[in-house]
């Protein structure tokens, strides 16, 4: 039985902001990609907290194990716990899994952040406010864990080709079927076609927008 009960069968610590997110910036281009990390890969068994007597290399192992095979350093990892869970973190009282399951969640939000889909993310879901989107399971959801980048203008790889006509970012010229994309997309000097399907991580669902197919 644990001598530290405080993190047997409880969440992990809350996920920060996305470290140093901004538009696109650490990505090649608006429409995203695939990570190419290995987080999906054998885990090491780290399924217990350090011992009450374990000595300063077994906690340093402990929280190592939790960032072996992610592009994540233990610096970095100590850096997003809060101060208290960093404390317990450095004292060997949170659990190896536990440390484990918050690096995974940490390297995916630093992804997403960069418009890069986590390895996980493998299924086509459907978010009522993101639309078509990669997802750890697929089906509708009412809300889903790109929607912040959506509020945030970051982009959103998509599983599928979207058509400018459908985004809300297309603002339609007098030609009704020629737009331009107020998202600053590479377009031709005469503009957007409605219908012409291309990948795009800046689009959005045109309901509340000015876009839309007529
Ligand atoms: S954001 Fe992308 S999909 Fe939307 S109008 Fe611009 S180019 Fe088209
Ligand atoms: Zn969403």
């Not at 989107?133 to 982009?155: K, Q, T």
């Amino acid at each position: 039985m644990s001598a530290f009960p405080k993190y047997r069968g409880v969440a992990i610590p809350a996920i920060p902001a996305i470290p140093g997110a901004t538009n696109s910036q650490n990505s090649t281009n608006s429409q995203g990609g695939r990570s190419q990390n290995p987080s999906l890969a054998p885990e090491p068994d780290t399924g217990s907290h350090a011992p009450e007597t374990a000595t300063a290399d077994d906690r340093a192992d402990l929280l190592e194990a939790a960032c072996q095979g992610l592009p994540l350093d233990v610096v970095d990892l100590l850096a997003a716990l809060d101060p208290d869970e960093r404390t317990d973190a450095k004292a060997g009282r949170i659990e190896g899994t536990i440390l484990k399951a918050f690096a995974v969640a940490l390297v995916d939000r630093r992804d997403r952040g960069r418009g890069v889909v986590p390895a996980s993310y493998i299924h086509r879901a459907t978010c009522e406010h993101c639309g078509p989107v990669w997802y750890w399971h697929g089906g509708r959801i009412a809300s889903c864990i790109w929607c912040e980048n959506r509020l945030r203008g970051l982009p959103i790889p998509r599983p599928e080709a979207v058509v400018c006509g459908d985004c809300e970012h297309f603002v339609r010229t007098p030609h009704r079927r020629i737009g331009h994309c107020a998202a600053g997309q590479p377009e031709a000097i005469a503009g957007l076609w409605d219908a012409c399907r291309r990948t795009c991580g800046r689009w959005l669902p045109a309901e509340h927008g000015h876009g839309g197919t007529p």
